[in-house]
Every structure is written in C-alpha cells, then in structure tokens.
C-alpha cells in the first residue's frame, strides 16, 4: 500500500475512534451534566450506577484518538496542540476531577461532603464537556500555520464560535445522558429524565441548525462542499436524515416507560437513545464533508500531515491486533450490564 492509502486508512481509524469516544463518553458526562436536575441521593446513586461498569473503559477511545494523531500524524499533533492548549489541558484536568468525585461520592462520610463530591462531579462534568465543544470549534474555524508551525495567539481558541460549540456540545451531551438514563431506569426516575430528553433534543437541534447555518461561510472550502453542484448531492442526505431521526427520537420517547417487566419494552425504551447517537452520527458526518481531507484547517491535509511510511505501516499493524480486543470487551462489558438498573444495585 502507498503512504497516502495507508494515512487514509489512519485518518478513518482515528475518525471512528474519536467518534466512539464522543458517543460512549458522552452519555455519561451527560449523566453528570444532568445531576443538577436530578432530585434526591437515591436517584442520584442509581444514575451514577448506570454508568458505573462502562465510564472508565469508554475513555479509552479518547486515548486511542490522541496516541493516533500524535503517532501519525504528528505535523497535525504539533499544529493543533499549542493552538488548544488551554481547552485541551483544562478538559484533562476536569477529566481527572471528575473521575475522583466518582469514586469518592459513594465514600463521603456525611450529607454535606456528598453535596460537594456531586457538585465535583457534575461540574467536572460540564468543564470537561465545554472544553471539548470549544476545541472543537476552534479546530473548525481554522488554525493559524506559518511553514509547518503554529503562528496564532495563545486566545486564539476562544471565539464567539467556539464558544456555541461548546454549549452545542453540552445539550447535545445532556440529551445522549437523559436518553440513556430513559434506556436503563423506570419509575420516577424514568419520567424525570424523559422530560428534560425532550427539552434538551430540541436545544440540541437548535444548535444544530444555527451552526451549520454557520459552518459553510467559516472558509471557502467548506462553502464549496455545501452549495456548489454536485458536491451538494453528497450532502443533502444529512438534513433529512436529522429530521427522520427527531422524529423516531420524540416518538420513542412518548412510548418509553409501558410495561417495563415487559423485555421488548425495555428494549423499545433503547430507541431514543439509539436516534440521539444517530444524530451525532449526522453531525459528525456533515463535519466530516466540510473538512475533508483537512485534518488542520484550512491549509494541512491529512497526506501532508501524515509520518513516513513505514511508520504509519508499523502502527497500523499494533492497530488491526488491539482495536478488535478492545470493541470486543466493550461489546461483551455492555451486554454483561445490559437491562434496567434498579434501586440498589451495582456500584458500591
């Protein structure tokens, strides 16, 4: 295979990767993200506890992402991070945060230390959440390079553009929470989360369409891959798609809930979870079309961006062995948790 074949397949490999990490990362964050609104300690550790076997492991996609970019293409690692330094450090340390506030939740010794681990918890939450939606915003928008360095300024990540990708990603995060929550509980708690489902899917598609209105007028590339003819026909599919997808999102959740001893019910009560991560799945499509086949807007391609040959070769090898053992534990820990969680089971 040539270098250029070869960094294809790396910039797809890492694509999916970092797409598995929103997805699976982003539920639970979510999780976090709704605590506030979640009432009393008990429905509160039964949230928690949905996440609890799958939260740690589901971040592994996050390191796979980054150990990719950084090992093949390290003229795009070198561009990118002291551009997004700030939010990227920052999303870390929350990262970290947030994981201690996990486990030291379930240990506090008094009501007030537990308000405070939640609020830890949550907030890291939120941090971490912001700080990956202006990361991304700022990718988006374009880095500043000069020969094969990083030629902005320190603030050049945050922007008023930037910055609604980061509340973007917070309802978007919140509403993949509440539709998992409305997948693994019943009861109360259920009726709860599918409420704010339906008030943060409609926040999400808000932003949405206000930020693909305004993707398209960021750079002339990506104008050129939504208005010029026949390129458009690639990407004409996305909007309807969104549209069929909210549709079976609301729908699902005006049925969740009936006849939960039921097992095809609880099943059912998966389908609004399922449309929310097939809207991310369109959004990240749609994105996709708009920077291909940069990976630093708007002047690096992923072939100018790419190691040497041998090397991706090399990588790519460790790739094809770890990848299928780490989907094929990711798959069987979500069947072992697999049903609703009731009150006093699993994390303690």
Known sequence: MSAETIATIWAFLI?????????MDGFDLGVGILFP?????????????TVAPVWDGNETWLILGGGGL???????????????????????????FRGVAFEMRFRAATPGQLLWWDRAFSGGSYVATACQGIALGALVQGIAVEGRSYAGGWWDWLSPFSVLTGAAL????????ACWLVWKTEGELQDQVRALAGRLTWLTLGFMA????????????????????PVILTAL??????????WR????????????????????????????????????????ISMWPMIVPPDITIWEAAAPRDSQLFMLVGAV???????????????????KIKAGEGYH
């Open 15 to 23: 694509a999916t990767a970092v797409f598995l990490y929103v997805c």
């Open 37 to 49: 609104w979640i009432r009393g300690k008990d429905d509160r550790d039964l949230s928690v506890n």
């Open 70 to 96: 950084f090992g093949v293409f390290p003229l795009a690692y070198a561009t990118i991070m002291p551009a997004l330094y700030m939010p990227i450090i920052v999303m870390l340390l929350a990262l970290i």
């Open 170 to 177: 917070l309802a978007g995060y919140g509403m993949l929470g």
């Open 210 to 229: 206000l930020v693909s209105a305004i993707v398209p007028f960021l750079l002339p590339q990506f104008r050129e891959r939504w208005f010029d003819f």
């Open 237 to 246: 599919p996305v909007p309807v798609l969104v549209v069929v997808l909210a």
């Open 249 to 288: 999102l609301f729908r699902g959740l005006g049925e969740a809930g009936h006849n939960p001893e039921n097992r095809r019910m609880v099943w059912r009560d998966g389908i609004p979870f399922a449309c929310a991560l097939g809207l991310f799945f369109l959004a990240y499509t749609g994105l996709g």
């Open 321 to 339: 062995v770890l990848i299928p053992v780490i989907l094929a534990y990711t798959a069987y820990v979500y069947w072992l948790f697999r049903g």
